[in-house]
């Protein structure tokens, strides 16, 4: 999310000044207007709304509601994302677009609430949440939006994913399209600050030391970030030590205090959770996300899962594709670091699939006879595939061990008194990607391993030379047999796709903006990797304690894969027990990590069996 925010601000300076020829053509032909519409409780938000010239037919509304602001404020002056090509095509069709500061943030009244939980059965005024902030909205703006013709759409990215998510679940009569896109949905199990307990320090601080930042009346301010006077996230995170060591700089930001509360996925956190009331959906949904979003791929798989159990006659549809956080908004989408697709992707999801399905939706206009129920591209391959369900039918559940010398089969091993050990040291974690950076880097979920594969404390595993494709399309399940000589300890599992030692990209298949050289040939792509704390292994609700040098199983889900391994390439399984500072170190031994102190962290001695009683693997979705 922090990421997204950063580019936000830098794409917000930068268009401020911009006198190109969208940007003269926006000006010419839609009006801006500044209102403070009114909530059931008293609360006003404030709200831009964009219309255009054109009074000869009426036009769909297509609202976004933020907490990151709707700025530039005043009627003069127009939000520059409306010159990019992802917002400009709606201006091009003629919508009315709508942004809104939500509740409590920037020139909006209120008190603003991280996911504010959603209220089921609202009986009074002062039952307000996030759905109804949009009911109100959209009932002010289909009755006082001069030409609209009563069909609203909602869409956003991240946070506003969340809105959009809401905005559905206020079924409001005229709303008949949202998109939520990279949806923030629960931030305990898995998107931007916590994947299964494990909470996600550098996002997590670097997000909440400027958003979190109490703002006691509206205001057109900006956050000023966090100065961290280093380039070096690795050293940074690891000096200042234990996490409540970092509360020194969340001076007043409730929300990390929160956190720091609620240790456990006590029922603060469900309430929180974005998929509890995904019942009778009325608008037509479109999930969206990407492969490799750091920040909320989880949330987007997810989503779509919920409505689907829940709510199984909504029109709910699910693309996702090999962006980073927010990557299909912008143009491009042919590489992500050093890995490339081989076609415009962010271009080919704009006009095929977005557009289209507002459109459709909203000024019944056009066809959806493309659009799937899952529109998924497949990395490895670089294909589109349009599939009839994910996770698709036709998937079988294949299991993959770990086996002696190192390497991956799918046959049981038959070794008895097999196991791998490595020593978790919490003084030098291993690091999430290679190289000295401090802002955390979009390419890491599908960087080279190469760097982690060379430490003591990383197991590898792999498979001989793939004699055919194998195409992975669902839920990784991770099913160790472990031993520890500690009471507690992480577990990251990675999924990796290991190059021929010959291969390079031919020139032909080349694109623009690879972040950093490297050399292709044996290179490690990351397809998925997750963490896991140990002490949830039975329950997220009611940790537990290991006890040392017993045999116990770590069982959990990797986030959903998308991936084809072609014939002479390799499938690499690496365990280690730390990703920093993208997650915190785990002391190690079973206690409170938000209230312990650096002398807590010890070392960890941990086994990973591989025989035939005990047997370590992976559960993969092959697709037949």
Same mark, same amino acid.
């Given at each position: ?419 791998? %050990? &490595?020593?978790?040291?919490? @003084? $030098? +974690?291993? !690091? ?10 979009? =390419? ?90 140990? %002490? &949830?292994?039975?329950?997220? @609700? $009611? +940790?537990? !304690? ?10 959990? =889900? ?67």
């Amino acid at each position: 999310m922090k990421n997204f925010y950063t580019a936000f601000l830098s794409i917000l300076c930068l268009s401020l000044f911009s006198q190109n020829a969208d940007s003269v053509w926006v000006v010419q032909n839609y009006n801006k207007q500044e209102v403070m519409i009114e909530m059931r409780d008293g609360k006003k938000l404030f709200t831009a709304i964009y219309s255009p010239k054109n009074n000869s037919e009426k036009h769909p509304i297509l609202v976004m509601r933020t907490p990151y602001s709707c700025s530039p404020y005043g009627k003069e002056v127009f939000y520059p994302r409306l010159y990019l090509s992802h917002w400009l095509q709606y201006l091009k069709e003629g919508y009315i677009i709508v942004l809104q500061d939500v509740r409590g943030r920037y020139m909006s009244e209120g008190e603003f609430v991280d996911v504010r939980p959603f209220i089921e059965n609202k009986k009074t005024k002062l039952d307000f949440d996030e759905a109804s902030d949009t009911y109100d909205a959209v009932n002010w703006l289909v009755k006082n939006v001069s030409n609209n013709n009563g069909n609203v759409g909602v869409f956003g990215i991240s946070y506003p994913g969340f809105y959009s998510t809401m905005a559905a679940l206020s079924n409001h009569p005229a709303i008949k399209a949202v998109s939520p896109q990279a949806p923030v949905t629960d931030w305990f199990m898995g998107d931007d600050f916590h994947h299964n307990g494990a909470f996600a320090l550098m996002d997590g601080f670097s997000f909440y030391s400027s958003f979190g930042k109490p703002r006691p009346k509206p205001t057109t301010e900006h956050e000023r970030g966090f100065d961290f006077k280093s380039k070096d996230n690795y050293d940074f995170f690891l000096k200042n030590g234990a996490l409540k060591n970092f509360s020194n700089y969340m001076s007043g930001i409730k929300f990390w205090e929160d956190i720091g509360n609620h240790p456990n996925y006590d029922e603060w956190w469900k309430a929180r959770d974005a998929r509890r009331a995904c019942k009778n959906i009325k608008p037509a949904m479109l999930i969206v996300g990407g492969t490799f979003d750091a920040e909320d791929c989880f949330g987007a798989w997810n989503l779509y899962k919920a409505i689907e159990k829940q709510s199984p006659s909504t029109n709910n549809k699910l693309v996702m594709g090999p962006w980073s956080h927010g990557g299909w908004s912008r143009s491009g989408g042919a590489n992500l670091g050093n890995v490339r697709f081989g076609s415009n992707t962010s271009n080919y999801y704009s006009t095929n699939i977005e557009l289209l399905f507002f459109n459709y939706y909203l000024k019944s206009k056009g066809s959806l006879t493309v659009l799937a129920e899952a529109n998924i591209f497949f990395t490895g391959e670089n294909n589109w595939k349009h599939l009839n369900a994910w996770p698709p039918k036709e998937i079988e559940q294949k299991e993959v061990y770990l086996i002696a010398n190192n390497k991956l089969s799918f046959d049981k091993p038959q070794t008895q008194n097999l196991f791998y %050990k &490595y020593i978790s040291n919490p @003084e $030098k +974690p291993v !690091p999430y990607a290679d190289g000295v950076h401090l802002r955390r880097t979009l =390419e890491y979920m599908i960087d080279d391993q190469r760097f982690a594969a060379r430490r003591p404390d990383v197991l590898v595993f792999e498979t001989e030379i793939l004699e055919k494709d194998i195409t992975l399309a669902g839920t990784i399940i991770a099913d160790l047999k472990v031993s520890l000589s500690t009471t507690d300890a992480d577990f990251v599992v990675k999924v990796i796709d290991v190059f021929p030692n010959d291969f390079n990209y031919e020139a032909a298949y080349c694109c623009k903006g690879n972040y950093k050289d490297v050399e292709m040939g044996g290179y490690q792509m990351l397809v998925r990797g997750e963490i896991m704390r140990g %002490k &949830y292994r039975n329950s997220f @609700e $009611k +940790p537990k !304690p290991f006890t040392p040098n017993k045999i116990e199983t770590v069982k959990y =889900e990797l986030p959903d894969v998308a991936h084809t391994f072609k014939k002479g390439h390799k499938l690499m399984v690496q365990i280690q027990s730390s990703w920093f500072p993208i997650f915190d170190r785990n002391p190690q031994q079973f206690v409170d990590i938000y209230k312990c102190g650096d002398t807590d962290f010890i070392e960890s001695e941990i086994k990973v069996f591989c025989e035939k009683d005990n047997s370590s693997k992976l559960i993969l979705p092959i697709l037949k």
